[in-house]
């Protein structure tokens, strides 16, 4: 239990925790946001799950509004301004795809890297959290991994169609977890967040959904090894 131990000697009043937390708060709020509306445009793309869609836009939402519940538990203002610039390739690049229909694309983009990515960030956070914070991040990422199955049983279902732009994708956008991980790196560090057990999660994360769609283990090897140098 070294790692709640641990939690019992952070200082989540002090003014470098703060501070710190006014960023990392605000990625978590942003990155809902995103997944709200990435859903959203999801639902308009593939009409035969709309309601599926719309009820996973519902989720982000609520979820955006309890952690936007932790920063005033710790009277933090988030940094949004910071977030959107932090989420703005990915946003950019789901943008375009959507413009040109590419729903395997926008799959990848929000069904597996958002979603793994916020996994793997709930998963290193909670033992470390203030109590507070804790129930609400502990109900969030249950949620999550049902986002994630979506998207997994839907690439699965059309996996020999997907195949060519899933690759295609995943190496556009898998550099950009890298950047997005290093720059966050220091403010993660201060609440007591590993960067390596970050990447690591999201690793073994990213990997199970990408063998669960039907990727062969030379080939999530090889998709994995993208961007790693700058990890």
């Known amino acids: 239990m070294p790692q709640l131990e641990a939690s019992l000697e952070i200082d989540f009043h002090s003014a470098a925790y703060k501070d710190a937390y006014s960023r990392i708060n605000a990625i978590v709020i942003e990155g809902e946001q ?3 509306e990435n859903y ?3 639902a308009e793309m593939l009409p035969d799950n709309h309601d599926q869609l719309v009820s996973l836009a519902r989720m982000e939402n609520r979820h955006k509004k309890g952690f936007e519940a932790c920063g005033r538990n710790l009277q933090v203002t988030p940094d949004m301004e910071f977030a959107r610039q932090f989420f703005s390739d990915l946003h950019g690049n789901f943008q375009v795809a959507a413009a040109n229909n590419q729903i395997v694309t ?3 983009i929000q069904s597996l890297i958002i979603e793994c990515f916020a996994i793997a960030a709930y998963n290193i ?6 109590d507070f914070a804790r129930k609400i991040t502990e109900g ?4 999550e991994y049902s986002h994630l ?3 997994e049983e839907w690439l699965k279902a059309n996996f020999e169609t997907a195949k060519a732009e899933l690759e295609v994708a995943n190496r556009q956008n898998l550099p950009l977890v890298w950047r997005m991980l290093n720059q966050v790196a ?3 560090q201060v609440l007591s967040m590993e960067k390596e057990a970050l990447v690591e999660d999201f690793m073994i994360q990213y990997g199970e959904a990408l063998s669960n769609i039907g990727f062969s283990t030379r080939d999530i090897m090889r998709m994995s090894a993208y961007g790693l140098a700058a990890a």
């Open 34 to 36: 995103e997944a709200h």
């Open 125 to 130: 956070y909670i033992p470390v959290a203030d």
């Open 186 to 188: 220091e403010d993660a």
């Open 106 to 108: 926008c799959l990848l």
């Open 40 to 42: 959203l445009k999801l």
């Open 149 to 151: 199955n979506y998207g």
């Open 140 to 143: 969030v990422v249950k949620d």
